[in-house]
């Protein structure tokens, strides 16, 4: 009898919810002005006040020189010294991080063209400008491979022939294929281990680098922008690398 009750009652609960689910409502709909965005907009006075002092906060540590450059530092040409630079940060940052955490060390670094948003104007660097570089939260990854699996990578630059930046690497090109591959001056072994830092997005195949997938990723939780800013901040005045480090012969 209790079990006929309780059932009684989920029905009769079923059938409220249904019927106050199904029946209309009104709705009195006002119309709103629209309000244009332009300069004759004038700025919320109360609001501007209340920011104010966050700004001046803001700006002053945006615009803290952190180095300075005596020339452009560019990210055109297939070995831009920008490009140069930022993929020996990785590099460096990645191997005092697997020195300390894992006793191994960084063979070479690789980092995207695209992911270097602009360019640093000769004279003093300031925090703001890494910002305008670096805009992303991407982090530094080591890719753990096979020497057998960096085919692929060379390859891959063989195949794009894009100028992505690395570092301790040398790769010669023609008529898409690899003539030549070198990590830190040697050929690669193709039994032995090497570890690779880069960027979570291209570990985890962004800009189509399938390659890795071969390989095994450790996170470090470095953020990029920030290691930049930590080896800008070492080098009071910046020494650029314009050495050839991608050649790609017909191009």
């Known amino acids: 009898?209790?079990?006929?009750?309780?059932?009684?009652?989920?029905?009769?609960?079923?059938?409220?919810?249904?019927?106050?689910?199904?029946?209309?409502?009104?709705?009195?709909?006002?119309?709103?002005?629209?309000?244009?965005?332009?300069?004759?907009l004038k700025n919320d006075e109360e609001f501007v006040k209340f920011i104010e002092p966050y700004k001046q906060k803001l700006d002053k540590e945006m615009n803290q020189k952190i180095s300075h450059t005596n020339v452009d530092l560019t990210k055109q040409?297939?070995?831009?010294?920008?490009?140069?630079?930022?993929a020996d940060y990785t590099f460096e940052g990645g191997n005092?991080?697997?020195?300390?955490?894992?006793?191994?060390?960084?063979?070479?670094?690789?980092?995207?063209?695209?992911?270097?948003?602009?360019?640093?104007?000769?004279?003093?660097?300031?925090?703001?400008?890494?910002?305008?570089?670096?805009p992303f939260e991407n982090e530094v990854v080591i890719v753990k491979m096979k020497g057998a699996d960096l085919q692929g990578l060379f390859e891959y630059y063989a195949k794009t022939q894009v100028n992505n930046p690395v570092s301790h690497l040398y790769i010669e090109t023609k008529n898409g294929q690899v003539i030549k591959s070198l990590i830190n001056g040697y050929t690669v072994d193709p039994e032995k281990d090497y570890y690779i830092a880069t960027s979570d997005y291209l570990a985890l195949g962004g800009d189509n680098m399938k390659f890795f997938a071969k390989g095994e990723?450790?996170?470090?939780?470095?953020k990029m922008r920030d290691l930049f800013i930590d080896y800008f901040k070492k080098s009071p005045e910046v020494v650029v690398n314009s050495d050839v480090r991608l050649h790609f012969i017909g191009k």
């Open 217 to 222: 990723s450790i996170a470090t939780g470095i």
């Open 96 to 134: 005092e991080w697997i020195k300390t955490h894992l006793k191994q060390n960084v063979d070479a670094a690789l980092i995207n063209i695209g992911g270097i948003r602009t360019t640093i104007g000769k004279g003093d660097i300031l925090l703001k400008n890494v910002f305008e570089v670096m």
């Open 77 to 86: 040409g297939d070995n831009s010294n920008l490009g140069n630079l930022l």
């Open 1 to 40: 009898m209790k079990n006929k009750f309780l059932l009684l009652g989920i029905a009769l609960v079923s059938l409220t919810a249904c019927k106050t689910a199904s029946a209309p409502q009104l709705v009195n709909v006002k119309t709103q002005k629209n309000i244009s965005i332009n300069n004759e």
